[in-house]
């Protein structure tokens, strides 16, 4: 997915401060990205139909440095382009699908305040989407000359068949009527409640009047309320994006890796079978949370017979129908086409402002591998970070000649240090993690 639109220096610092720390860049990936044209697609066409009131749901698998998160974040910009509702969260040893401790509701927590639209990409829009639909609500409201509360229990009425769905309106309602009367605490109490950053329901049936709470037990039904809430805020839908699920394969208990993946099976059999509609969920994890027989989700026979790859699918072929998508490593062809768009990034899209010629990346590359092999490409963290010094050099310091300074590049081939630990990380990942710039696989 290429794009003409001009870089804006916000993108460019955003790119290259990121790229120059070794991490993905949060925004302006269309100005990095090149190649997956059939990953890509296929993802596109998910999101429309979850946007033409489907679902869908993948899981988007591939080694150590196959740029499992950048994948994610594309996927996501994309969905907010299409006026979609993205929630995202990375799996961690205190967050997970299901559990009975308090972690799934800090999932689940973690992800709706990750809540993103398309005029806030950057998260924490649950307090406008809640505004907006709130606001249509007194639209209707003085155009029909009945209650707020009424329009806003008419347009809800089907949550009812939803679990907590009746608290789900009744807290809506109160968020109303602390913006009537500027109460600010009455509002903040209501989105907590959306957050689910309630940890009893005494507590929150003091503050809101309701006899629930989205808890452990409750978190995908939590998030079928807030698929059809978005969408009578007048949005598309939701996609939720969860990263790292390699944390449920580490799970040192059977039994508790057993209920996560029955949780993932309801989810699947829900989409599969059109039970739900307007959401769609996208799983990044590593090839042993999938396959692993013992420990991953082939070790759960109902999930391993849904989740078997196309058997014709093999040698070159591809089939993308399927609910996993195996994302393959860097080729010298794309690292090449990465390191020509860093360059047009640093020349704000201007060719004449180009920094080096096409022959200095070529160059590079050739320099990269004597020094560690074909690591260069499969694992380009250290590879991208060098190149963006050496550019960041020349900008700063104007007539220097890049053949000078390619003997000086210093690179160490990126190994999988992290990749044991890779869930351990918080929701913004460090180096080391999937998140960083060895898992970056455009």
Sequence with gaps: MSTQKPIRGKDKDTILQALAAG?????????????????????????????????????????????????????????????LVTVHADLAPDRRIHATGGQ?????AEAVRNMATRTKPDGGALASVVEKFVTGCTRESERNGVPVEQVIDERLAHL???????????????YWRGSESDDEILKGAALRWLRGEYSTKTEARQ?????????????????????????????????????????????????ARNQNFEQILAMLNDVLQGSVSGLGFLFGGTPEFLMDTRRGLYSYPALQSRLAENAFARNGLVDFTGPVIRLQSLTPEELLVLLGNIRKVF????????????????????????????????????????????????????????????????????????????????????????????????
Excluded at 46 to 54: K, N, P, S, T, V
Excluded at 104 to 108: E, P, S, T, V
Aim: aromatic share 8%; proline share 3%; with cysteine.
């Design 160 to 174: 009812q068949d939803l679990v907590g769905g009746y608290d789900f309106a009744t807290v809506l309602k109160a």
């Design 347 to 442: 020349a704000l899209g201007e060719p004449e402002h180009y920094l080096v010629p096409d022959e200095a990346l070529t160059a590079f590359m050739a320099h990269c591998n004597q020094r560690i092999g074909e690591a260069y490409f499969r694992t380009p963290r250290s590879t991208i970070k060098a190149f963006v010094q050496l550019l960041a050099v020349l900008d700063q310091n104007p007539g220097t000649d890049w053949r000078s300074l390619l003997g000086d590049v210093e690179l160490a081939a990126d190994t999988d240090d992290g990749a044991e630990d890779e869930g351990d990380a918080s929701s913004d990942p460090g180096p080391g993690s999937d998140g960083d710039l060895a898992s970056l696989r455009l």
């Design 23 to 83: 991490v993905v860049p949060r925004t302006g990936l269309q100005h990095v990205q090149v190649g997956r044209a059939g990953e890509v697609s296929a993802l596109v066409r998910d999101i429309d139909r979850i946007a033409g009131d489907g679902a869908a749901l993948r899981f988007i698998i591939g080694e150590y440095g196959a740029g499992k998160t950048f994948f994610l974040n594309l996927t996501r910009l994309i969905a907010l382009e299409r006026k």
């Design 207 to 255: 503050a809101l009047g309701v006899r629930t709470i989205i808890d452990d037990a409750d978190v995908y039904d939590g998030l079928k309320l807030l698929a059809a809430f978005v969408r009578q805020a007048g949005y598309a839908g939701l996609l939720v994006v969860f990263d790292e699920m390699v944390n449920l394969y580490k799970l040192q208990s059977a039994q």
């Design 104 to 108: 799934a509701r800090g999932l689940y």
